[in-house]
């Protein structure tokens, strides 16, 4: 059996209560309209036979019935002696009941099909005992009350109807942007096309949220798929280039014309690029365990001065060949709780970046301070700058702003700063002005 679409079901029950708070309605209304008839119909007939007892009069033993009214707003009205006998009025109206008279007693009385309600009183006038009958017909109050129900069953699959059809199309319009995000969602699973987005709805309600909430996976998730093609073909290029380096040598030393001198270049050729191709490896996986969560960082308590000015010494012969000038001023007494190896490499690539794109005789200025529970570390260089436009493109793996000068640089060292400045809680900024050089700026919390 086929299950109920959600519209169906909202709207089935929908539909159901609706009904059912009608027929509820009307059953409460049918009984409080026929109780409170039937005590109206009650006091009625009470109020016209008390009415008449008030008018009786005998004389001389004889009903003056020429001022009474027999029939009063639908009960008719009846004078007996105490034998029971019929004493007014004097034509028989065909309404008359045979049932014992009983005073002040208001009974119902079936005869020939139809009920009546009857009430009797007995009065005295002077010395004259007399009977006063009131009568009304049930018949006709049941069949009001039975026609008021008979309308409300007859216009009551007009309302359902109805209910049904708005409920239906309510539900249908709030329904709308779900089925769109389900089209959408197919569409993207069937195109693989990310840029596609769930449309939203004009209102501030829970679907617009959803719709919204989604929109924002969906960039996400068209952010990273981006970011993963460029990081494949970045990492196919980057390959690719000593691997065709490594295939050639090989084929060159392997052949008749190679002597021992030529061998032994096309070995250390060889070396030089699988040093560079595990250099680019060792990298891409500390970066991949970073990116799963899978890196822990062995954490020790470390002199920021001590361990940065060591890596300032180790590059300043770098410097030197280089043509430039490495000063550092790096103030003691800052401690923090971080992995040494990733701190030293934090700097040894920032160095390494400013080396490689500075200007001949230019310099390279290096600085630590502690400032409000922070340990700011400044490289400042005098080299080429950086554009506006690439700003944030630094970051990215493999980028590189002018590949000119960038040598055999993999394109993985700012994004390592950058991940390294993560994983102890800090961040890293630039501010360059192309044509004067860079700063880079690392901030990391202390501990104390």
């Not at 099909?113 to 049941?142: H, I, N, P, Q």
């Not at 944030?392 to 060292?413: A, N, V, Y």
């Amino acid at each position: 059996m086929k299950k109920l679409s959600i519209k169906a079901r909202v709207t089935l029950w929908y539909t159901s209560f609706m009904v059912a708070v009608l027929l509820a309605t009307a059953g409460l209304l049918f009984l409080t309209t026929r109780s409170l008839s039937r005590q109206q119909l009650n006091q009625q007939l009470v109020n016209a036979v008390t009415d008449l007892v008030g008018d009786v009069h005998f004389r001389y033993g004889e009903l003056e019935s020429s001022k009474l009214d027999f029939y009063q707003g639908g009960v008719s009205l009846f004078v007996y002696d105490v034998q029971g006998y019929l004493v007014a009025p004097k034509v028989n109206l065909g309404v008359q009941v045979d049932a014992l008279l009983e005073d002040q007693t208001i009974k119902t009385v079936e005869q020939n099909g139809e009920k009546w309600l009857v009430y009797d009183l007995y009065a005295m006038d002077g010395s004259t005992g007399f009977w006063v009958r009131g009568l009304c017909s049930l018949t006709e109050a049941t069949r009001t009350s039975s026609l008021l129900w008979l309308l409300v069953l007859l216009v009551l699959p007009g309302v359902a109807l109805a209910a049904a059809l708005g409920g239906w199309r309510i539900t249908r319009r709030a329904f709308l942007p779900v089925e769109q995000m389900a089209t959408t969602a197919d569409a993207i699973s069937s195109g693989s096309d990310l840029s596609q987005r769930v449309p939203l709805s004009g209102g501030e309600d829970e679907l617009y949220r959803l719709g919204a909430t989604l929109n924002r996976m969906l960039s996400r998730l068209q952010r990273s798929f981006d970011a993963e093609r460029r990081f494949t073909s970045d990492v196919s290029h980057e390959l690719r280039t000593p691997l065709a380096i490594i295939r050639s040598q090989c084929e060159f030393a392997l052949s008749p014309q190679a002597n021992c001198q030529d061998q032994l270049e096309a070995l250390e050729s060889v070396s030089h690029q699988c040093g560079y191709m595990s250099a680019i490896v060792s990298q891409l996986l500390l970066l991949a365990r970073g990116d799963n969560g899978t890196f822990q960082p062995r954490l020790e308590r470390l002199e920021l001065g001590e361990l940065w000015e060591a890596v300032c010494m180790d590059m300043e012969d770098q410097a030197q060949k280089a043509g430039l000038t490495l000063r550092w001023q790096l103030e003691p007494g800052i401690f923090l709780t971080g992995d040494e190896t990733l701190l030293i490499r934090l700097l040894t690539n920032l160095l390494t970046n400013a080396i490689r794109y500075n200007r001949p005789q230019g310099q390279i200025d290096v600085s630590l301070s502690r400032q409000e529970q922070q340990a700011v570390l400044e490289v400042k260089d005098t080299g080429i700058g950086i554009p506006p436009e690439q700003t944030d493109q630094i970051w990215e793996r493999f980028f590189r702003g002018d590949k000119s000068r960038s040598g055999e640089s993999s394109g993985l060292g700012l994004s390592m700063v950058q991940w390294i400045a993560q994983v102890h809680k800090g961040k890293v900024s630039v501010q360059s002005t192309p044509g004067l050089g860079s700063i880079f700026t690392v901030r990391l919390p202390l501990t104390e």
